[in-house]
């Protein structure tokens, strides 16, 4: 089921992406995809990009491990 959906997603998305050749005229190269399309996939990159970069920053200020007997704890010890 899974692998259908995936494939009409996909399918989807290539539609959208995926200019038609009479749409501006013969060799008019502006836009790579329709709009629709061009707004679908930066979008979903620039999505993806920021919740990397918020996940990264809320592991920096606070990684939330609590254990004493983490490895990390061995590494840090004043006496290495």
Known sequence: ???TITAWILS???YL???PATASGAGDHSLAGPLLGNVLVVGGAGLVTLSCIVAAL???IDPGERD????????LHADR
């Open 68 to 75: 004493p007997n983490h490895p990390k704890y061995r590494v």
């Open 58 to 60: 809320r592991m920096l």
């Open 1 to 3: 089921m899974t692998d």
């Open 12 to 14: 989807a998305l290539g």
């Open 17 to 19: 992406c995926t200019a």
